[in-house]
């Protein structure tokens, strides 16, 4: 029975005792998911290359009252994804979320590109998903509770809009798609969760090269129907429901938020 009088449960508590893991945090949207879900009560470790960078984040979630833990992580070496998770559990005892977020985008017409701007792409955006994934689910599935969102795109595939100049990129964040749905089934015994986030034109470093060239962004604004690049903050209220049990029915889903972009 619904009666006004019972709160709903407030943002502020929806990940208490909950400990995340957000990879490329020291910046962007990653930076933002690790304050949204410090935020909701969530202990974060701020993972990213630059140990330095990721303290500056733990310090401005302490500021605000919450935990965190800074970790050194290159996502494309295993040993450092394994001390990553080492260093997780030791400091917080557990891992209940896992924001594969890491990643670049390199734009390179695909007659130019090479070898090593492929393999430099899928290694970060590809292969570091698969580390990171194994290693926190292998933690998840001890505890038989977990809930992993990865970090595609819109340049995806499958969706009736090829991007050009992103070939390697699309390649990875399909295979992003491809491995959260078979990740989904095949973690789902566990009560894992994995889901993948497909994010539009996001205004963060990533799309510096974009913003410079003031005749690109008029046409990409053009094709977006809410005319404006998505803020960071935005999709973290996404990955915040996808990693809390508002979401405890999704498995396997990739849910697509890109002011309309696709819609057209
Ligand atoms: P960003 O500001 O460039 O942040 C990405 C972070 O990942 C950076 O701090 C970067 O560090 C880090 N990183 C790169 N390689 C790494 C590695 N090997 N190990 C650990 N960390 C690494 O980009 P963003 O826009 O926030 O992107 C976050 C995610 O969203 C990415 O997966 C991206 O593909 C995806 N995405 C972005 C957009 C968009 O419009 N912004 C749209 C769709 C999807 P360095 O700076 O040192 O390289």
New binding site residues.
Partial sequence: MFELKDKPRSENSLLRGKVAII??A?????KSHALKLAKAGAKIVV????LEECQKVVKEIEKGGGKALAVK????KREQVDEMVKKTIKKFGRIDILVN?????QFKPFLELTEEDWDKTLD??LK?YFLCAQAAAKEMAKQKSGVIVN?????MGQVGVGFPNLTHYSAS?GGIVGMTEALAVELAPYNIRVNAV?????E????DPLKSDPKTMEATLARIPLHRMGR?EEVSNLVLFLASDTSSYMTGSTVVIDGGWLAT
């Fill in positions: 990879t490329g020291r910046r962007g949207m990653g993972s990213d290359i630059s992580c290159d996502v494309t977020n890491a990643g670049i985008c970060i955006n570091g970090i595609a795109s819109i340049a964040k497909a994010p539009g034109v996001i963060t470093p990533m799309v960071t």
